[in-house]
């Protein structure tokens, strides 16, 4: 089975930074997009960033400028480096990738960051 697994979040003053990490481990088929996702309480979740195995990305318009995604040379582990951090990028931060061929996407179990001072 394939894991999904977030790391990097914490507790952090307005303005500062942190960075994100997700890791695949179990896939023996390569991951074609990793993704970014976010959820702040009472709200829907809602794409950040995502990265294509072609090194293509995206960004939701508040992060750009602030945050960058990218990908380590072998595809299984995707990074978002957050600079300039608000308050209102608080929320639990989750990391979904989509598998070459089977077209499965995986969810990991989430990481929050809180943005105060």
């Known amino acids: 089975q394939v894991q999904v697994v977030e790391s990097g979040g914490g507790l952090v003053q307005p303005g500062g930074s942190l960075r994100l990490s997700c890791a695949v481990f179990?896939?023996?088929?390569?991951?074609?997009?990793m993704g970014w996702y976010r959820q702040a309480p009472g709200k829907q979740r809602e794409l950040v960033a995502l990265?294509?195995?072609?090194?293509?990305?995206n960004y939701a318009d508040s992060v750009k400028g602030r945050f960058t995604i990218s990908r380590d040379n072998a595809g299984n582990t995707a990074y978002l480096q957050m600079n300039s951090l608000k308050p209102e990028d608080t929320a639990v931060y989750y990391c979904?990738?989509?598998?070459?061929?089977?077209?499965?996407?995986?969810w990991g179990q989430g990481t929050q960051v809180t943005v105060s001072s």
């Open positions: 979904n990738v989509v598998q070459w061929t089977t077209n499965l996407a995986y």
């Open positions: 179990g896939s023996r088929l390569s991951i074609y997009v």
């Open positions: 990265i294509t195995s072609g090194g293509s990305t």
